[in-house]
């Protein structure tokens, strides 16, 4: 099975997803500067999720570029991956309606958590079809930052039951780790392609 | 005329659907786990409808795998499929809102079986364009589930007058079924290789 | 200028359109059979615009299948077709809002002549593009359809001061001209390929 | 890395941006000719915020047919353009309610402006991936629209002090500057296939 549907499926699911969140966005209700400011805190969750999905997007690019072939269980953990992604609008919206409250920052943790449990799962899919000779994992090295995340992630809930804005950065440190290009695929696949020559 | 556009264009439509589901979950009204729990009725149906897109992709996108022409007929049969598909949200949202009463449930079932009806003939506008000797008809073989399907969703209907919990958990049950990975054409292409080998 | 871009973008702003009328779609209030009933009224409306933007998409398909290279004024001949399809779940949403009034079906009406000016736009745009010997041209032949469906739209906005239901009639008879597919351009490809061998 | 999946990805998110804001369009709540005049006002904006998500496609399809490869940067400095357009449909929503009042008027243009300097970071990324010999940067000749519009963006905000009329007027002035087709991609194109004959 080629991989090229499925990446078009993932593009179009996380390109809805990404943009659907601006839907959420209410508009002030008096067309004054401090109604705008009173929406500022909407905003940076937006901005947070927008950056999050982003951060997936890129690693999902980078993993299948030198992904060959895919059968139905990497289908299946690539939906598995989506539909917690998917989720993204709804806990969003409730974390900023709520005003970072205790729950709704906790469900949020949970759901990059859970996010991030589905793409480890996806890693290992393919890894089970790529075999013993994996171009992916030896491209992954000890992949520090897929390990460290989690543990913040946990860290993050953790804080959020001290306060829920310790939580939130805990999240927001997350995303700027990820936001520094992963060059451990570009670089492979430079290492690759001299070693041909 | 070439299968790549009606892919992409399928793959949009089943991106949107499998999204914008997410809108109709409402955020619960206060900050609170017990606020959650009233909202997992909810969450549940999402999933049930979530994977059963999944499925669908997941087929289609093995049916168009080893199809190579379309015609005018296939193109309708495919949209007449994303039709009823796309009727998923709004069966959804009725199902989930009146928490599984009766004519919600049996109006799920219906759009259900009248999707898998739009799959069978998208198949059979397919197996017309191939001819004799279609290579999907081979693929398929006997296509036990696709038979089965529409009987457990007529099941499904009758048992909801009974409960509808009863119907909501046939229409699950066969979910499960399809969400073991349909192997069939995956063998048959790894069939028709080694053969060529 | 390649056509896959256009085509890849066009896809999905189609895609979406289709899919978010859904949206609009207002459930039931009471979950009895006459309520779903008093829904019908939107169903039908939704089904209508959904198979005219499937078949926009259809002839879309087929007309860049021979379209080999598009300039700046083909592209925004297309995004002036796509503008005024995205305002069908607008138009769409008022019609069964109103239940058929007459400047909604009016409206309506104006919204079907207006994408249909669009797409002849869109077809002269790539005539010049490929200059006198246009394949295009060729495939299309008298392109009967094309020019009788302005002509029955205003035909049903006339109407639609005598009954807004005869004016609604006339454009889902233009539908029913279209669904049958069109196998001018098929004929054509078949054609050349048997000219060459 | 290859650009075929940033184009996807792109064109899913402008797909969803440029459709998603009909979805803003309130319908009138009478059936009444004059209650279409009152949407008028929401129209017009539409169609501006349509026609510069257009433009801004129009001119990533251009920029990217010349652009052979991509890295990290450039898919985050794709992602950061992608970000300021898709706050369009919120900041249009805001303009449109409050019939252009002067904040909401300064924050249309405000994200105008961002957009535009996203795009320009995103060149200079594709810049220093080509080096100095960048194909992008000799297509791009002098770039006299590229710096005329953020002065044209400031001079809109400046104006929408005296009368946001005059504001939105300057805006759209930019919009209309931007629809005369850019050829000089096209004419690059051209010429560089002219010298190889």
């Not at 991989?3 to 959420?24: C, H, P, Q, Y």
């Not at 860290?155 to 520094?180: E, P, R």
């Given at each position: 099975?080629?991989?090229?549907?499925?990446?078009?499926?993932?593009?179009?699911?996380?390109?809805?997803?990404?943009?659907?969140?601006?839907?959420?966005?209410?508009?002030?209700?008096?067309?004054?500067?401090?109604?705008?400011?009173?929406?500022?805190?909407?905003?940076?969750?937006?901005?947070?999720?927008?950056?999050?999905?982003g951060i997936y997007w890129n690693n999902h690019h980078h993993m299948f570029h030198i992904v060959e072939h895919v059968d139905g269980l990497v289908l299946w953990a690539n939906l598995d991956l989506l539909f917690w992604l998917s989720l993204l609008p709804f806990t969003t919206k409730?974390?900023?309606?709520?005003?970072?409250?205790?729950?709704?920052?906790?469900?949020?943790?949970?759901?990059?958590?859970?996010?991030?449990?589905?793409?480890?799962?996806?890693?290992?899919?393919?890894?089970?079809?790529?075999?013993?000779?994996?171009?992916?994992?030896?491209?992954?090295?000890?992949?520090?930052?897929?390990?460290?995340?989690?543990?913040?992630?946990?860290?993050?809930?953790?804080?959020?039951?001290?306060?829920?804005?310790?939580?939130?950065?805990?999240?927001?440190?997350?995303?700027?780790?990820?936001?520094?290009?992963?060059?451990?695929?570009?670089?492979?696949?430079?290492?690759?392609?001299?070693?041909?020559?």
């Open positions: 099975m080629r991989t090229s549907r499925l990446e078009a499926f993932s593009d179009g699911v996380l390109a809805v997803i990404i943009t659907i969140m601006v839907l959420e966005l209410h508009v002030p209700h008096h067309a004054t500067l401090s109604a705008l400011g009173d929406s500022a805190h909407g905003f940076l969750t937006y901005l947070l999720s927008f950056v999050y999905i409730w974390l900023d309606g709520t005003g970072f409250a205790l729950v709704p920052t906790v469900l949020y943790g949970l759901n990059l958590l859970l996010a991030a449990i589905a793409y480890y799962l996806l890693q290992q899919a393919i890894f089970r079809t790529e075999g013993s000779d994996s171009r992916l994992r030896r491209a992954l090295g000890n992949d520090l930052k897929g390990k460290l995340s989690p543990v913040l992630y946990i860290l993050g809930i953790g804080l959020s039951f001290v306060s829920t804005w310790l939580g939130v950065a805990v999240f927001s440190v997350v995303a700027v780790i990820w936001l520094v290009p992963d060059r451990r695929v570009e670089r492979y696949v430079a290492d690759q392609e001299r070693d041909v020559l």
